[in-house]
């Protein structure tokens, strides 16, 4: 639980960094705004391939 916790309160901080540029599709670990394009917009599904590997 902590760990769901923590990335619930650094989501949070990221979409009120990110403004308008969120879209919230009520993800628990949705893309974030690192190396966002101009085009692109975070907050959707992250890339399964980036994920597996981090």
Known sequence: ???L???KERQDR???R???AW???DLVFARDGWRLRAADR???PQ???KV???
């Open 47 to 49: 890339d399964p391939d």
């Open 18 to 20: 990110l403004g308008e």
């Open 1 to 3: 639980m902590g760990v």
């Open 5 to 7: 916790k923590i990335q």
């Open 23 to 25: 879209t919230d599709h």
């Open 14 to 16: 990221e979409k009120d």
């Open 42 to 44: 975070a907050g959707g």
């Open 52 to 54: 597996t590997a981090r």
